[in-house]
């Protein structure tokens, strides 16, 4: 269990995700040190309640790569392939590193892209995910910031920041992030998700409550709405509304073809946790 405990924390945050799009990739949220993050909170509630350039050595990792795909690409009978259709399959290419871990791969990968379309705003978005996934914070908030110079309207760089912001354990700037995220596009349910999430952690459990009714409302991603619903009604001490949505949680992962972030294994998982830990106290009574 313990074992099992920890896993799950380390991971606690990977419904924490983004949407770019047709393009997404996996964003976990870690934890900061317990004094500056107990600072930062405090700060927080109190006004609430009132570019990185790539690595020359991941240049030249690429190269072999893009020299296969230069003589594929000339070996083809068709008509050559556009410039266009070229950024596609290499921004997928890199989506599909990023899915399976290969970091390096994938930022070289959308560093590519950069470099031949500089003013693409996504591709920043998208190198800035993958170097927070990396654990390059720096790297990640360059791209974020750089991307929100080329087009301040993309509703998911701000979610994509706000995240990087709550890590930090910058609450408050979260916050303000996710409402401009929401401003833009009310309708992208992981800011929902992902702001009643920081403000659980504020202990803001009314408003975090209201956060995930709405985003319950759109009709997806419901099994992780419910999971993280539970667990602020858990933390609130409201045990028969917890237990009632992990239940909820579980039978929507049992539902055919049900997408959710970060897979169903991992969150079935967290939800185990949480719900021994909500009966353990129980079972110890009898």
């Given at each position: 269990m313990?074992?099992?405990?920890?896993?799950v924390l380390e991971a606690r945050h990977t419904l924490a995700l983004t949407e770019i799009h047709h393009e997404d990739v996996m964003n976990m949220r870690s934890s900061t040190g317990r004094q500056e993050k107990a600072s930062n909170a405090e700060r927080s509630r109190h006004i609430l309640g009132a570019t990185v350039?790539?690595?020359?050595?991941?240049?030249?990792?690429?190269?072999?790569k893009a020299r296969r795909v230069d003589s594929a690409i000339a070996a083809r009978t068709l008509p050559p392939i556009s410039h266009t259709e070229l950024e596609t399959v290499l921004r997928q290419e890199a989506l599909q590193a990023a899915q399976r871990g290969d970091h390096d791969?994938?930022?070289?990968?959308?560093?590519?892209?950069?470099?031949?379309?500089?003013?693409?705003?996504?591709?920043y978005n998208n190198r800035g995910l993958v170097?927070?996934?990396?654990?390059?914070?720096?790297?990640?908030?360059?791209?974020?910031?750089?991307?929100?110079?080329?087009?301040?309207t993309l509703d998911s760089v701000y979610n994509n920041r706000a995240n990087y912001y709550a890590a930090q354990g910058k609450f408050l700037e979260a916050i303000l992030d996710y409402d401009a995220a929401l401003d833009l596009n009310p309708a992208n349910v992981r800011a929902w998700l992902n702001q009643g999430i920081t403000l659980r952690e504020l202990e803001m459990h009314d408003r975090a409550l209201?956060?995930?009714?709405?985003?319950?409302?759109?009709g997806r991603l419901e099994a992780h709405i419910y999971a993280e619903r539970g667990r602020t009604h858990h933390l609130w001490g409201d045990w028969n509304a917890a237990l009632a949505d992990y239940q909820r949680a579980i039978e929507r992962l049992s539902l055919p073809n049900t997408s959710t972030p970060g897979g169903a294994a991992r969150l079935r998982l967290q939800l185990e946790v949480w719900k021994d830990e909500l009966l353990s106290p129980?079972?110890?009574?009898?």
């Open positions: 313990e074992r099992r405990i920890t896993r350039r790539p690595t020359l050595k991941l240049q030249k990792r690429w190269q072999p791969e994938a930022i070289a990968l959308f560093s590519v892209l950069l470099e031949q379309n500089p003013s693409s705003a996504r591709d170097y927070f996934q990396s654990g390059n914070l720096d790297g990640a908030i360059a791209d974020y910031n750089q991307a929100l110079e080329l087009d301040s209201e956060c995930f009714d709405f985003a319950l409302r759109l129980l079972e110890r009574q009898e």
